[in-house]
């Protein structure tokens, strides 16, 4: 599995009930193409919107995004960069 970048751009803001409508457009089909849904990002001003995939390849999202009829601007591979996570010591 790889990591994917998904961008949107939105005329108009983004509402809570269209951020929904989209999200039950896709699910049924990045399940079908065998992409995940990690996270997503939306600007401020909500006509913008940044969703992290994994899938087993770009192709697999892009699929999914048009078979939902959801317009998205590019899709991309990405290399993920994180903070490590501290693990908590037991009490001596």
Do not use: N
């Not at 803001?13 to 399940?31: F, I, S, V, Y």
């Amino acid at each position: 599995m790889v990591h994917l970048i998904v961008e949107q751009t939105f005329d108009a803001p983004l509402t809570d009930e269209e951020h929904g409508d989209l999200g039950q457009k896709l699910d049924r089909c990045l399940d079908a193409y065998g992409a995940r849904w990690m996270r997503s990002y939306i600007a401020t001003d909500r006509r913008r919107m940044v969703c992290e995939f994994e899938a087993p390849d770009a192709e697999a999202v892009r699929s999914s995004y048009r078979s939902a009829g959801v317009s998205f601007d590019r899709v991309w591979t990405a290399e993920l960069y994180a903070r490590a996570e501290k693990t908590a010591e037991a009490p001596a």
